[in-house]
């Protein structure tokens, strides 16, 4: 099965348990305004490979994944080349290496259902609490979102939560309590909650796509911010979050 990915990171730490092989895959249909990897969005840049291949590279670093670790695949929107992400998927759930997606969940239903067999854990990112977050944040209306979230929950797959946290955008008690209260809707699926506090590494790629960048004066939440808001949502989800 053929497919494009953008890279492929050997010994990743933060996309999920343990020590990971990340696979990047290209294509992207959301806009997020902090996208930190632009040059993902293209569903025709990366480079072309076959999904054995790739397989066959993970497994090269499978020593090191000791109990907990294994292969995430990110992006870009790894599901919009489901396919060839279930492909990859299966081949490493026959070598016995534990599975994780990076989705948006702004995806097609038949292409979550193709992978569902052969995950793990969904690293699910929450882009917006609201319709009107989610549009201004990513471009996008949030309903293949919602339709993602419901069939994810049915499937009682482990999932971890992520939320870029954007001070004085989506930081305010409702955003908190609207955020614990998803989480407690999955009760004991949810196993991690990453508050990602908003930085701008991402600016310089896309003034070398020559795209514009809208967040030039949001600054980065300070510590007290981030202790605050992980406070508030481990009182709200009963359930530890990290950031």
Not at 10 to 32: H, Y
Not at 116 to 145: A, M, S, V
Request: glycine share 8%.
């Amino acid at each position: 099965m053929k497919g494009r990915i953008h890279s492929i990171e050997s010994l990743g730490t933060v996309d999920g348990p343990g020590i990971r092989c990340v696979v990047f895959l290209q294509g992207c249909s959301l806009r997020c305004r902090y996208c930190h990897n632009p040059d993902t969005w293209n569903t025709q840049g990366g480079t072309e490979v076959d999904s054995e291949e790739v397989v066959q590279k993970i497994l090269r670093y499978k020593p090191y994944f000791g109990d907990r670790g294994g292969v995430t695949l990110s992006g870009g929107e790894p599901l919009l080349q489901s396919d060839f992400a279930a492909s990859i998927l299966k081949g490493c759930k026959e070598k016995g290496i534990h599975t994780a997606v990076d989705t948006s969940g702004w995806v097609d239903i038949p292409a979550l259902e193709r992978v569902l067999p052969y995950t793990d854990l969904f690293l699910l990112d929450i882009k917006g609490l609201n319709p009107e977050d989610y549009q201004w944040i990513t471009g996008q209306q949030n309903h293949k979102f919602n339709w993602a979230l419901e069939l994810i929950k049915q499937s009682k797959t482990d999932v971890w939560f992520r939320y870029v946290f954007l001070p004085g955008i989506n930081d305010s008690e409702a955003h908190r309590a609207k955020l614990g209260q998803m989480v407690r809707s999955f009760s004991t699926q949810v196993k991690n909650i990453e508050l990602l506090p908003y930085h701008p590494l991402g600016i310089h790629k896309w003034e070398k796509l020559g795209l514009s960048y809208s967040l030039y004066d949001l600054e980065s939440p300070s510590q007290f911010e981030i202790d605050r808001f992980n406070e508030d949502l481990r009182k709200l989800s009963c359930i530890q979050c990290y950031s």
